[in-house]
């Protein structure tokens, strides 16, 4: 079956770095493209980047930008989201998402808490 691990997250003070990982399982994952999704308290889950299924191709959100990259080892059937320049508004649960699966699964997800 499907399966989504992320992992990496923590406690970081403003300005501060983490970088989290996916590891996925149960689906061909080089033929997918994946994303990055957060929830912060109380808001609604917002998408934070993609990635295509080689790798080649990226897109972010703009509140990201600059900030955060996107990246895949597709021998590891591994995502990462490194993480600079973080900020308390970054404060989230961090989930990471198969694009255009037939099923939509979510991990358990990876707490990022940033303090001022």
């Known amino acids: 079956q499907v399966q989504l691990v992320e992992s990496g997250g923590g406690l970081v003070q403003s300005g501060g770095s983490l970088r989290l990982s996916c590891a996925a399982s149960?689906?061909?994952?080089?033929?997918?493209?994946m994303g990055w999704y957060r929830q912060a308290p109380g808001k609604e889950r917002e998408l934070v980047a993609t990635i295509s299924s080689t790798g080649r191709s990226t897109s972010y959100a703009d509140f990201v930008k600059g900030r955060f990259t996107i990246s895949r080892d597709n021998a590891k059937s591994t995502i990462y989201l490194e993480m600079n320049s973080l900020k308390p508004d970054d404060t989230a649960v961090y989930y990471c998402k198969i694009l255009g699966y037939a099923l939509d699964y979510w991990g358990q997800g990876t707490q990022v808490t940033v303090s001022s």
């Open positions: 149960g689906f061909t994952f080089s033929r997918y493209a």
